[in-house]
């Protein structure tokens, strides 16, 4: 079974940094697609980042030249480093994962961003 474990949230001031992690309890290199979401009070879910299987990656207009999307494939985890944090940034992030035509989710973190 396929659990994906999101960790680095919190509470963080404008122009912060923040490193979230997903952990994943089966080998990173199945998923033909890793990525992070975010869902912020009221609004619908986007996608922030994702690395596609062959290296290609995807970044969100809003995040371009903050964020940084990394994978470990000898520590079955997904990196997303946030630089440069706003407020805008604030939101519930989730790691995804797509094998085939399954599609995961995390639990998901809390990142808020506030003087």
């Known amino acids: 079974q396929v659990q994906l474990v999101e960790s680095g949230g919190g509470l963080v001031q404008p122009g912060g940094s923040l490193r979230l992690s997903c952990a994943s309890s089966v080998k990173i290199f199945n998923f033909y697609v890793m ?4 869902q912020a009070p009221g609004k619908q879910r986007e996608l922030v980042a994702n690395i596609i299987s062959g290296g290609s990656i995807n970044y969100a207009d809003s995040v371009k030249g903050r964020f940084t999307i990394s994978r470990d494939d000898a520590k079955n985890t997904v990196y997303l480093q946030m ?3 706003k407020p805008e940034d604030t939101a519930v992030y989730y ?3 797509i094998q085939a035509r399954y599609n995961y989710w995390g639990q998901g973190t ?5 003087p």
Not at 35 to 38: E, L
Not at 110 to 114: D, F, H, N, Y
């Open 95 to 97: 790691c995804n994962a």
């Open 83 to 85: 630089n440069s944090l």
């Open 35 to 38: 990525g992070w979401y975010r």
């Open 110 to 114: 809390q990142v808020t961003v506030s």
